[in-house]
């Protein structure tokens, strides 16, 4: 079964560097905590706030090692209550658990986003 499986970070400027290394810690985290390799993944989708533009959060994928996983990056709606500096992901992949053993992860600053789902990993939280 394809599931959809969510993950957002935070970044304390705009800057690639950081983008491209809470990006690539996030993607890790998000594969180690659903035991997914990336055969596993069907395609990741990636959105930054607004203001980040420094680079596409997607080449973290490809500074990984996902090279075969398709990607794409997108804007995220420019809302008044909006998080900022936020790099946000949704990755497909297939796997038997069932939508309740799904694990989320949101990291850094992003928690705030989900603080239903409390995530097993949170080095900047």
């Given amino acids: 079964m394809i599931r959809g499986i969510r993950g957002a970070t935070t970044v304390d400027r705009d800057d690639a560097d950081e983008i491209l290394e809470r990006t690539g810690e996030l993607l890790r985290?998000?594969?180690?905590?659903?035991?997914l390799d990336p055969d596993d993944m069907a395609s990741i989708c990636f959105t930054l706030s607004p203001d980040l533009r420094a680079t596409f959060p997607a080449e973290a994928a490809r500074r990984i090692g996902w090279?075969?996983?398709?990607?794409?990056?997108?804007?995220?709606?420019?809302?008044?209550?909006?998080l900022p500096k936020t790099i946000r992901v949704l990755m497909h992949a297939e796997t038997s658990r069932s939508p309740r053993d799904v694990h989320h992860v949101y990291l850094g600053g992003a928690v705030v986003l989900r603080e239903d789902l409390n995530s097993d990993v949170n080095p900047r939280g």
Avoid: Y
């Fill in 67 to 82: 090279q075969f996983v398709p990607v794409i990056c997108m804007r995220e709606l420019d809302v008044p209550h909006g």
């Fill in 29 to 35: 985290a998000m594969a180690e905590q659903n035991q």
